[in-house]
């Protein structure tokens, strides 16, 4: 998986992205060669609760010429050179006048910055304090915006499969940054591919839901016309993103006590690396639109290093050499072994609840008596034939014994077939 994971970073990271355009439905024609997008087109002007989608913008060409007839802060060689979401411009400027329309990092000054104007119409670049500092103070500068801001749509993405209850997960991501590795395209493939892996599951009980588009709006347009089923339907979500550096996982929870909180905790404490906690605060990804208190969904958000606490974010330096593709493998399999758990949890109720049943002639207790014979085997078929009495669920016997929900797998299967347990 992981070198197919890199084959496809490498041909979606140059892509210049944003909240509408061509290379956002130009992402969606990649990433429909692993997850079964169907894709909608929400027109400009539509109304999602208290915001309305954007005019469409594209670009093509943008730059900056010097007084000494040097090119620079150039889209076509970094789109990060130009703000998000640019009106058309071209004239030509003093240094004075031209210094207002850039923008850089004094505090990281060999970084291009990502800025964007989304809803405040202006023009603008970014560069390094660097270059910035080398320009010319005399002469004019030729500017060329050469943009498109019109009606037109928004792209975005769903896949769903079907399992056999009403009740649902959520998975999603965005895909409304420029070049950015960590903070945009680690996300992506990473709903992509655990969708891979879910699709190859029988049998499932939940419906999982896979969505993928523009950060913010794209969210509160699904809200708007999903939110109220989701209220109904939704047992736990995820937002993932920031997940292909080597930092420690890092679990931001959901607004209220969730089942996916438990979840992903049952996992997480048993794992050998360390992880992070965060409670959830407004301030952050899609989880605060998923989390707003007129829905207040159960969903976390999932990151290695969280957004905002890595230098390189929303910099030019957010850039392949921060991934560590077996760190997004390792996070993929992480959330495929949530689904599975999530999948094996339940309420069991014992079917030869009075006394211990004779575990001995279903062959599933030892022949004889030593005391290492009491292994963790034998001690979880027995948790699980105590505690299975409609009351607890699989999550809480294997907190209870302090094990992730996955180690008792075999042990359930073995009750089930037995006929001892039913689901």
């Given at each position: 998986?992981?070198?197919?994971?890199?084959?496809?970073?490498?041909?979606?990271?140059?892509?210049?992205?944003?909240?509408?355009?061509?290379?956002?439905?130009?992402?969606?024609?990649?990433?429909?060669?692993?997850?079964?997008?169907?894709?909608?087109?929400v027109?400009?002007?539509?109304?999602?609760?208290?915001?309305?989608?954007?005019?469409?913008?594209n670009?093509?060409?943008?730059?900056?010429?010097?007084?000494?007839?040097?090119?620079?802060?150039?889209?076509?060689?970094?789109?990060?050179?130009?703000?998000?979401?640019?009106?058309?411009?071209?004239?030509?400027?003093?240094?004075?006048?031209?210094?207002?329309?850039?923008?850089?990092?004094?505090?990281?000054?060999?970084?291009?910055?990502?800025?964007?104007?989304?809803?405040?119409?202006?023009?603008?670049?970014?560069?390094?304090?660097?270059?910035?500092?080398?320009?010319?103070?005399?002469?004019?500068?030729?500017?060329?915006?050469?943009?498109?801001?019109?009606?037109?749509?928004?792209?975005?993405?769903?896949?769903?499969?079907?399992?056999?209850?009403?009740?649902?997960?959520?998975?999603?991501?965005?895909?409304?940054?420029?070049?950015?590795?960590?903070?945009?395209?680690?996300?992506?493939?990473?709903?992509?591919?655990?969708?891979?892996?879910?699709?190859?599951?029988?049998?499932?009980?939940?419906?999982?839901?896979?969505?993928?588009?523009?950060?913010?709006i794209?969210?509160?347009?699904?809200?708007?016309?999903?939110?109220?089923?989701?209220?109904?339907?939704?047992i736990?979500?995820a937002?993932?993103?920031?997940?292909?550096?080597?930092?420690s996982?890092?679990?931001?929870?959901?607004?209220?006590d969730?089942?996916?909180?438990?979840?992903?905790?049952?996992?997480?404490?048993?794992?050998?690396?360390?992880?992070?906690?965060?409670?959830?605060?407004?301030?952050?990804?899609?989880?605060?639109?998923?989390?707003?208190?007129?829905?207040?969904?159960?969903?976390v958000?999932?990151?290695?290093?969280?957004?905002?606490?890595?230098?390189?974010?929303?910099?030019?330096?957010?850039?392949?050499?921060?991934?560590?593709?077996?760190?997004?493998?390792?996070?993929?399999?992480?959330?495929?072994?949530?689904?599975?758990?999530?999948?094996?949890?339940?309420?069991?109720?014992?079917?030869?609840?009075?006394?211990?049943?004779?575990?001995?002639?279903?062959?599933?207790?030892?022949?004889?008596?030593?005391?290492?014979?009491?292994?963790?085997?034998?001690?979880?078929?027995?948790?699980?034939?105590?505690?299975?009495?409609?009351?607890?669920?699989?999550?809480?016997?294997?907190?209870?014994?302090?094990k992730?929900?996955?180690?008792?797998?075999?042990e359930?299967?073995?009750?089930?077939?037995?006929?001892?347990?039913v689901?």
């Amino acid at each position: 998986m992981k070198n197919q994971i890199e084959n496809y970073f490498d041909r979606l990271f140059p892509i210049n992205r944003s909240l509408t355009g061509n290379g956002v439905r130009q992402t969606f024609d990649i990433l429909k060669e692993i997850i079964d997008f169907v894709i909608t087109e929400v027109p400009s002007g539509t109304n999602a609760f208290d915001w309305i989608v954007p005019r469409e913008w594209n670009v093509n060409q943008a730059y900056i010429i010097t007084p000494n007839g040097e090119k620079i802060a150039d889209f076509s060689v970094n789109n990060l050179h130009l703000i998000g979401y640019s009106i058309p411009f071209e004239g030509t400027l003093s240094f004075e006048e031209l210094s207002s329309h850039i923008m850089t990092r004094h505090d990281f000054p060999e970084v291009i910055p990502y800025v964007t104007s989304y809803y405040v119409e202006r023009w603008g670049f970014c560069m390094s304090y660097n270059d910035f500092l080398a320009l010319p103070k005399e002469g004019l500068y030729k500017v060329v915006v050469d943009t498109t801001l019109k009606d037109g749509s928004m792209t975005v993405g769903e896949a769903v499969i079907k399992g056999s209850s009403d009740k649902e997960i959520l998975f999603t991501s965005y895909c409304c940054h420029p070049s950015m590795a960590n903070n945009e395209v680690s996300g992506m493939l990473a709903l992509s591919f655990l969708y891979q892996l879910i699709k190859k599951k029988k049998n499932l009980e939940y419906t999982y839901r896979f969505y993928l588009a523009p950060e913010t709006i794209g969210a509160i347009y699904y809200l708007s016309q999903n939110g109220f089923h989701f209220k109904e339907n939704l047992i736990g979500g995820a937002v993932l993103t920031c997940c292909g550096d080597e930092g420690s996982i890092t679990l931001k929870k959901s607004r209220s006590d969730s089942y996916f909180n438990e979840v992903f905790n049952n996992i997480l404490q048993f794992k050998e690396e360390e992880f992070k906690e965060r409670d959830f605060s407004p301030m952050g990804s899609d989880e605060r639109q998923y989390c707003s208190p007129g829905f207040d969904l159960p969903v976390v958000c999932l990151s290695r290093t969280m957004y905002g606490e890595y230098k390189e974010y929303h910099t030019s330096k957010d850039d392949k050499s921060l991934i560590d593709f077996q760190s997004l493998e390792d996070y993929i399999l992480l959330l495929n072994e949530v689904v599975d758990s999530i999948e094996l949890d339940g309420k069991y109720i014992n079917q030869n609840p009075y006394g211990e049943p004779q575990l001995g002639k279903r062959g599933l207790y030892p022949t004889l008596m030593a005391i290492e014979d009491r292994g963790e085997s034998l001690a979880k078929l027995l948790y699980l034939l105590n505690y299975s009495d409609g009351k607890h669920s699989l999550l809480d016997i294997s907190n209870i014994m302090r094990k992730p929900i996955m180690s008792f797998e075999k042990e359930i299967n073995n009750l089930l077939e037995s006929k001892l347990l039913v689901k």
